[in-house]
């Protein structure tokens, strides 16, 4: 029995135990022993359930820690600024909830958020101007 790739329609290989480098942020994970069909020509993969669990598994663990380092990078830039949550919430434009559950983890900052306060971390002197907007 053979594989064509979804992806390119190349043919698949299948292999019992191979190693992939899962990706997220800057982040990578090392899982060993991954067993499915895998692509001659690009780089897609068809895991059996158990390998695609752990692959997934690994996937899930870079998305928490990326978002654990966001949580952090928020807080601190908050507290260097020596905003509480509602006036940084005020800053950014969201309420005070809005902003404690970015810092809790709880939901996501948007990116443009993020960005405004990495500016205004590098800039502090740029603090009144985005209060006046
Ligand atoms: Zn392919």
């Not at 053979?2 to 990706?23: F, G």
């Not at 942020?25 to 068809?46: M, P, Q, Y």
């Amino acid at each position: 029995m053979s594989h064509i790739c979804p992806q390119c329609a190349a043919e698949m290989k299948r292999e019992e135990s191979r190693t992939e480098v899962v990706k997220h942020k800057g982040d990578s994970l090392t899982v060993t022993g991954l067993a499915g069909w895998f692509c001659t020509a690009c780089e897609e993969a068809i895991f059996d359930d158990e390998s695609a669990l752990r692959y997934g598994a690994a996937g899930d663990t870079l998305i928490a820690k990326s978002r654990e380092r966001q949580q952090a990078e928020i807080r601190r830039i908050r507290k260097k600024l020596g905003l509480t949550q509602i006036e940084a919430g005020q800053l950014v434009g969201v309420g005070k909830i809005a902003f404690s559950r970015y810092e809790r983890g709880e939901s996501q900052a948007p990116g443009p958020l993020v960005k405004l306060l990495r500016l205004v971390d590098q800039h502090p002197e740029l603090i009144a101007e985005v209060r006046v907007a």
